[in-house]
């Protein structure tokens, strides 16, 4: 089964999938609402709004209808829940929940389960406490907006693929045949951010990303393409209010 794939169960069932190296989907939509949450391993996904991360003890939500794909690390665990519509009352948009660990194990159990049950069932039982349970899970914005645009969509692509390289404004606007003042309006009007408080939106979902993934707060600052361990724990801090570790320690003792 792809990720694009639909597959068929009760009115809230999960499917778990162990991915190979950097699997990825085509753009597709669902009829059902999907969570998407990791055990372990770490997912990027992309909506025609932009790309969410899914970090550690979190899960994102895809509303019926959304257009996405998702990407994910080198053998990651992912888990699938599908709700049918008017079962839940999550958000009508794209939203990255914080799970608790009583949702996540009911998740994983849910997963082991058959997706085809009888009303009234243990495992319909099941999927109402979970699904009363998910609708109180608070929201966070782990999102960085690229829209339908060529040129986001351009300087997005190179940052997912070389996220070590540190290219300038002033080298992109090169790159792109722009002046530096047509694309810093550019990226106001498109995404409501600076160019800079843009980049470092992405890294820093980059950052939860491979953080998430086990790799060590040094090892991510150089893969981030950061010139010291203190710049990026600057960084990730001034947008997260945490340091890495204690924001990590913080996610997990939650």
């Known amino acids: 089964m792809s990720f694009s794939s639909d597959p068929r169960g009760g009115p809230v069932f999960s499917i778990k999938m162990a991915m190979g190296s950097n699997t990825e989907n085509p753009l597709h939509t669902h009829p059902n609402g999907q969570l998407i949450m990791t ?52 958000p009508d ?3 990255t929940l914080d799970l608790s660990p009583m949702v996540r194990e009911m998740i994983i159990h849910l997963s082991d389960l058959s997706p085809d049950y009888e009303p009234g069932s243990q495992t319909h039982r099941l999927t109402l406490v979970l699904l009363e349970t998910l609708n109180q899970m608070p929201t966070r914005q782990l999102h960085v907006p690229v829209p339908e645009d060529k040129v986001l969509q351009t300087i997005a692509h190179h940052m997912l693929r070389q996220p070590d390289s540190r290219p300038t404004m002033a080298d992109w606007a090169k790159e792109l045949a722009m002046s530096e003042r047509t694309l810093a309006r550019h990226m106001l009007k498109h995404t409501g951010m600076s160019f800079g408080r843009w980049r470092q939106q992405f890294m820093i979902m980059l950052a939860l990303q491979k953080l998430g993934s086990g790799m060590s707060v040094k090892s991510t600052a150089r893969e981030l393409g950061y010139t010291s361990i203190s710049a990026f724990i600057s960084v990730f801090k001034s947008i997260l209010g945490e340091t890495p570790s204690r924001y990590l320690s913080q996610t997990q003792s939650s």
Do not use: K, N
Not at 40 to 59: F, H, I, N
Not at 68 to 85: G, K, T, V, W
């Open 39 to 90: 055990q372990y391993g770490s997912v990027t996904l992309q909506t025609d709004q932009g790309y969410w991360m899914v970090p550690p003890l979190c899960a994102v939500w895809v509303p019926v209808g959304i257009r996405h794909r998702a990407r994910a690390d080198d053998q990651a665990l992912i888990h699938f829940l599908y709700i049918e519509p008017g079962l839940d009352q999550l």
């Open 93 to 95: 948009h794209c939203c």
